[in-house]
Nanobody, 117 residues
Framework: QAQLVESGGGLVQAGGSLRLSCAASGRTLPSKIMAWFRQAPGKDRKFVAGISRIGGNAWYEDSVKGRFTISRDNAENMMYLQMNNLKPDDTGVYYC??????????WGQGTQVTVSS
């Protein structure tokens, strides 16, 4: 199983932007549906955005539509989440993962995103 590593988080003011990156540690990006998830403080981890195997299709949780863009570069073994017009409710730890059977692969450490008002 591929172990994914997230990066790119940080502290940003409301209205700002961040770009998160996801890399497969030591191997190629899984040729599977992939997604970003977010875990807000004290809450369960939730789906944010997903992308098809070759990146032709993407889908989003309603609250991020029009603000976030998921993409992947299979040649570079990377997946990204461009986040614009960030809001305090976007605060949380962001995780990337890939579809595995009826669930998801192993979870990484995530990257912290904090949006101040």
């Amino acid at each position: 199983q591929a172990q994914l590593v997230e990066s790119g988080g940080g502290l940003v003011q409301a209205g700002g932007s961040l770009r998160l990156s996801c890399a497969a540690s030591g191997r190629t990006l899984p040729s599977k549906i992939m997604a970003w998830f977010r875990q807000a403080p004290g809450k369960d981890r939730k789906f944010v955005a997903g992308i098809s195997r070759i990146g032709g299709n993407a889908w989003y949780e309603d609250s991020v539509k029009g603000r976030f863009t998921i993409s992947r570069d299979n040649a570079e073994n990377m997946m990204y989440l461009q986040m614009n017009n960030l809001k305090p409710d976007d605060t949380g730890v962001y995780y990337c993962n890939y579809e595995e059977g009826t669930g998801w692969g192993p979870w990484g450490q995530g990257t912290q995103v904090t949006v101040s008002s």
